[in-house]
């Protein structure tokens, strides 16, 4: 079994930054691949925001692009998210997510999510 844990969420600015974090834990961590984040706004579908695989290869949604960076540390089982430019449409629940070696995401782990809020 793999154990997400979600932090960094918070209220900012328009235009401002913040970094999530998404540790994970559990005697299984080595059968995991792909991780990501998702998001998901009051009324809105789950929706992709970035991937990145054990390789470290990235892929991000377009709404993100030249805003978010994600990064994982394999030695310590973290992720990151570094969301830059932020806009008040960035305003949701962000989740991550990870999947097993072999698979793609959505995997069948989840963290509980973070709030993010962007608002003057």
């Known amino acids: 079994q793999v154990h997400l844990v979600e932090s960094g969420g918070g209220l900012v600015q328009p235009g401002g930054s913040l970094r999530l974090s998404c540790a994970a834990s559990?005697?299984?961590?080595?059968?995991?691949?792909?991780m990501g984040w998702y998001r998901q706004a009051p009324g809105k579908q789950r929706e992709l925001v970035a991937k990145?695989?054990?390789?470290?290869?990235?892929n991000y949604a377009d709404f993100v692009k030249g805003r978010f960076t994600i990064s994982r540390e394999n030695t310590i089982n973290t992720m990151y998210l570094k969301m830059n430019s932020l806009k008040p449409e960035d305003t949701a629940v962000y989740y991550c997510?990870?999947?097993?070696?072999?698979?793609?995401?959505?995997?069948?782990?989840w963290g509980q999510g973070t709030q993010v809020t962007v608002s003057s």
């Open positions: 990145i695989t054990r390789g470290e290869f990235t």
């Open positions: 997510n990870a999947a097993q070696l072999g698979t793609e995401l959505p995997g069948r782990y």
């Open positions: 559990g005697n299984t961590f080595i059968n995991i691949g792909t």
